[in-house]
């Protein structure tokens, strides 16, 4: 900076006009000790995190090892947790809701509105210090002997040093490619909700540092010479175009009307965020402003995420040969759509990833996240070429050719948008299947690992057996294999009705014939709304049915009796479901090694 000016002498100016621009009673060198506060508090959280992944990624592995050639009952060793403080911690704090037992159950005054979730107590933690420091920075000044112009000098100044240096972690959480994500092992979720709180406070930020050099400006020469001063200063002009992009954000983006008119919210949510990003550049630029590399570094980390997501997009959806992904949808019973995508390239998959697909045909300019319920990898047919080289017979080993036709396939249902869009045009179709073009982006997510666990008791509600499927099927073939130490599997799935079972009854089937499938793994499906009881029949004693809602802790705590070795507990579904099988978790982490694992998608 050319000045440096701490604002410490009283009444230099009679007008205070100097007040109301550039440097002159703003208090730089605290400015920039908060800022520095600010960012230190930041990279501690992320080492304390890092460490502690690292101890939660040590511990998995090395029971993973133990447990692979184990009995039932040499991992005992491993039914609780070793360190007893780490129990109280997952109970009273990692796990816990905000308050009593709610946390993803969303408040809703209907159906079309909805006022979101509660976050759970550790993330209220976070938050609570996140604002609370940002609160404090910004008003601990220097009242002492100080006209109201000097104290609002130093207001502004405070203000917008702290807005743009909160606005480049903003930027870097909101991309679905954040580096962190994978270096901390934390969803995109958690990015997702620490976005929008720092978000509200980048906005508070940056209408305070407006309002007070407004205030300056109307004390020390009146209301109209603002009018005359926007109109004379681009540096003025490029500043209230960031500040209308984060009022406009700020009147767009209450949980009601972003779950009420999301693809609406979202494409003018960027747009206004554009607007904030390029009139807080110019309004640095131009006066060469200390803080412009926050500003750049937000600009880098957004064109850094659109560039990976455009790259990663292009690889496993698009070839010369074949032009972009052929996309099959098939309508299914229970309102929702079978959706399948031939790859043009092989893909990494884990069980628990999703995709972000883009369909034009049916939304053209939007991409939706939905979780990969099954990969299938099959020989290719050979080429012309390729069948000119082979030997004149029919039997061709295609088993031996390296190449492979990679499909993943996802559940879609009906709901609003384009969800409901694509249902409708596959039940308008003959036998109600379509097949279109578009592209698919990914994987991401599928950070949780189940290999390292005895016992993995697994519930999913609804369209949630898309993200637990692919486990089972992982620890199914694992067993088999010798490569988990996963000895029993638990799948809970509550559907509305038994059309709901259409949905992955291929994928299902496959599972419930493969080797060593009754030896661990049991089904339990509860059918809430019947259409007769004659519909809720046991087929075997492995996979089992029942009418009704499944009683999550009288669950937990059978299979905790009977359990081998450490267990996980995961859920996908709605939030009510969530919540009870987070609540009968907690209750147990006490007397069994017992990690909680949730996915969920809140927006």
């Given at each position: 900076m050319a000045e440096n000016s701490s604002g410490s002498s009283s009444g230099s100016s009679s007008s205070g006009e100097e007040y109301t621009h550039g440097l002159t009673g703003v208090n730089v060198p605290v400015d920039d000790l908060f800022t520095q506060t600010l960012i230190c508090s930041v990279i501690v959280l992320c080492i304390i995190t890092l460490l502690g992944r690292f101890l939660q990624m040590l511990n998995a592995h090395l029971r993973h090892l133990y447990c692979l050639t184990a009995s039932y009952e040499q991992q005992h060793f491993w039914n609780r947790d070793r360190w007893r403080w780490y129990p109280d911690l997952k109970r009273h704090l990692l796990y816990a809701p905000f308050?009593?037992?709610?946390h993803n159950r969303e408040f809703q005054l209907s159906s079309a509105v909805n006022f979101g979730t509660l976050p759970s107590r550790y993330h209220s933690l976070l938050l609570f210090l996140y604002l609370a420091s940002n609160v404090a920075y910004c008003v601990i000044l220097d009242y002492h002997n100080k006209t109201k112009p000097q104290i609002l000098a130093e207001l502004r100044g405070r203000t917008g040093v702290l807005a743009t240096a909160n606005l480049a972690p903003l930027i870097l959480l909101s991309g679905r490619n954040n580096p962190l994500i994978k270096l901390l092992r934390v969803s995109f979720d958690t990015y997702n909700l620490?976005?929008?709180?720092?978000?509200?406070?980048?906005?508070?930020?940056?209408?305070?540092?407006?309002?007070?050099?407004?205030?300056?400006?109307?004390?020390?020469?009146?209301?109209?010479?603002?009018?005359?001063?926007?109109?004379?200063?681009?540096?003025?002009?490029?500043?209230?175009l960031g500040t209308a992009g984060m009022v406009f954000i700020l009147i767009q983006s209450p949980s009601a009307i972003r779950h009420a008119f999301y693809e609406t919210f979202l494409h003018l949510?960027?747009?206004?965020?554009?607007?904030?990003?390029i009139g807080t550049y110019y309004h640095l630029q131009m006066h060469k402003i200390a803080q412009l590399p926050f500003v750049q570094f937000a600009i880098a980390a957004w064109a850094l995420d659109r560039i990976v997501r455009f790259a990663r997009l292009i690889y496993h959806s698009y070839t010369f040969k074949k032009g972009w992904t052929t996309i099959h949808v098939e309508a299914l019973p229970g309102e929702a759509c079978r959706v399948t995508f031939d790859l043009r390239r092989p893909w990494s998959y884990k069980p628990g990833c999703h995709i972000y697909a883009y369909i034009p045909r049916v939304s053209m300019h939007q991409s939706h996240p939905f979780s990969i319920a099954w990969k299938q990898d099959e020989p290719a047919s050979p080429t012309k070429a390729e069948m000119e080289k082979l030997p004149s017979s029919n039997q061709i080993d295609y088993d031996n050719m390296p190449r492979l036709n990679t499909s993943i396939s996802v559940v879609i249902a009906k709901r609003t948008g384009m969800t409901a869009s694509l249902y409708e045009r596959a039940l308008r179709s003959p036998d109600g299947c379509f097949t279109t073009r578009g592209a698919v982006e990914g994987p991401y997510g599928g950070m949780e690992s189940l290999h390292s666990y005895g016992t993995v008791l697994l519930f999913a509600g609804g369209i949630g057996i898309t993200h637990q499927i692919g486990h089972v099927r992982d620890l199914v073939a694992g067993y088999d294999e010798g490569t988990v130490a996963t000895r029993k599997i638990i799948l809970v799935w509550t559907v509305r009705n038994t059309d709901n079972l259409e949905w992955v009854r291929p994928w299902m089937d496959v599972i419930l014939q493969m080797r060593g499938r009754r030896d661990v793994l049991k089904v339990l499906l509860f059918v809430t709304r019947p259409k007769s009881p004659r519909e809720v029949i046991s087929p075997s004693a492995t996979v089992q049915m029942f009418p009704g809602r499944p009683d999550a802790q009288s669950i937990v705590d059978k299979e905790i009796e009977s359990r081998v070795g450490a267990m996980a507990v995961t859920v996908c579904g709605p939030g009510s479901l969530a919540d009870s099988v987070r609540d009968a978790a907690r209750k147990r982490v006490d007397i069994a090694s017992l990690d909680f694992v949730e996915e969920a998608f809140t927006w």
């Open positions: 308050w009593k037992k709610r620490l976005h929008r709180w720092m978000g509200r406070m980048v906005v508070l930020e940056g209408l305070a540092h407006t309002l007070a050099w407004a205030s300056n400006t109307i004390i020390v020469s009146g209301s109209g010479s603002i009018g005359q001063s926007l109109k004379s200063s681009p540096f003025l002009q490029f500043g209230l949510h960027q747009l206004a965020a554009m607007a904030v990003v």
